[in-house]
């Protein structure tokens, strides 16, 4: 059960990193004005590097939990 809560664990932190991307993305829309297109830039590639660390992350956990209910299921 431990194990269960530390994937549930995992996915909230997984949320929450979601929200702190919608974040971004949001200041990246903000930001767009012909003037500013360097800064919007660089919040761009900042918001598609964090997008790619959070798919590994979800990943993760993800192929943590299938690999936790195959052994149950198997001990059962």
Not at 27 to 52: D, G, H, P, R, V
Request: aromatic share 10%; proline share 0%.
């Amino acid at each position: 059960m431990e194990e269960l809560y530390s994937i549930m664990r995992d996915f909230l932190e997984v949320e929450y990193n979601q929200e702190s991307l919608l974040c971004l993305l949001r200041a990246a829309e903000a930001a767009y004005t012909s003037k500013e297109q360097a800064e919007a830039k660089l919040i761009a590639n900042s918001a598609k590097y964090y997008l790619k660390a959070l798919q590994g992350e979800l990943k993760a956990a993800i192929n943590r939990m299938d690999s936790y209910i195959a052994e149950n299921a198997k001990k059962q």
